[in-house]
T-cell receptor, first 113, second 112 residues
């Protein structure tokens, strides 16, 4: 079945450093979504990418969708302590009418202030 | 909108007991999902409904797990009998046509 792999599993940075997490799918995706989960919280939707090669920005966050629609990345510029949490990518695949979101394992980001 | 509402927030039960988790999705959303989260296995999709109809329950671990969605505003996930390995955080999420899932705050289940 569809699998979504995410690396790295953990990342520790100094405040102000950049951070990147990568996501790869075993199958072509119709779209990819990114979520953030704060410690003790629930996943919160950040963004959806649909088009091949799409790039979207949200302030210091840059999201990319690969040309083949099988990989994606999230880059945070100049991290802040508020960025702490686990970032999940989630791919939508499957046949029309029975599509479901499959989550990667997540990248846990910790920051040294 | 109050978001996706789950109850209870915490549940501690003894092995062998029945557990029922409840979820109220966001009004107007046509899809509802039950996920389980553990450190070892991450976020696992258990089952999802589209327009109240179960579409894919391939993630339901065993016959001890069952889920229902009797109407558009309510769903339950039942575990009977519960076992210690069922201990996890169970999330309910809803969406409209697979765009941007909204998750509830989750139910932390501990089976002793």
């Amino acid at each position: 079945g569809q699998q979504v792999m995410q690396i790295p599993q953990y990342q520790h940075v100094q405040e102000g450093e950049d951070f990147t997490t990568y996501c790869n799918s075993s199958t072509t995706l119709s779209n990819i979504q990114w979520y953030k989960q704060r410690p003790g919280g629930h996943p919160v939707f950040l963004i959806q990418l649909v088009k091949s090669g799409e790039v979207k920005k949200q302030k210091r966050l840059t999201f990319q969708f690969g040309e083949a629609k099988k990989n994606s990345s999230l880059h945070i510029t100049a991290t802040q302590t508020t960025d702490v949490g686990t970032y999940f990518c989630a791919g939508v695949g499957g046949i029309q009418g029975a599509q479901k979101l499959v989550f990667g394992q997540g990248t846990r980001l910790t920051i040294n202030p | 909108d109050a978001g996706v509402i789950q109850s209870p927030r915490h549940e501690v039960t003894e092995m062998g007991q029945e557990v029922t988790l409840r979820c109220k999705p966001i009004s107007g959303h046509n899809s509802l999902f039950w996920y389980r989260q553990t450190m070892m296995r991450g976020l696992e999709l258990l089952i999802y409904f589209n327009n109240n109809v179960p579409i894919d329950d391939s993630g339901m671990p065993e016959d001890r797990f069952s889920a229902k969605m009797p109407n558009a505003s309510f769903s339950t996930l039942k575990i009977q009998p519960s076992e210690p390995r069922d201990s996890a955080v169970y999330f309910c999420a809803s969406s409209f046509s697979n765009y941007g899932y909204t998750f509830g705050s989750g139910t932390r289940l501990t089976v002793v």
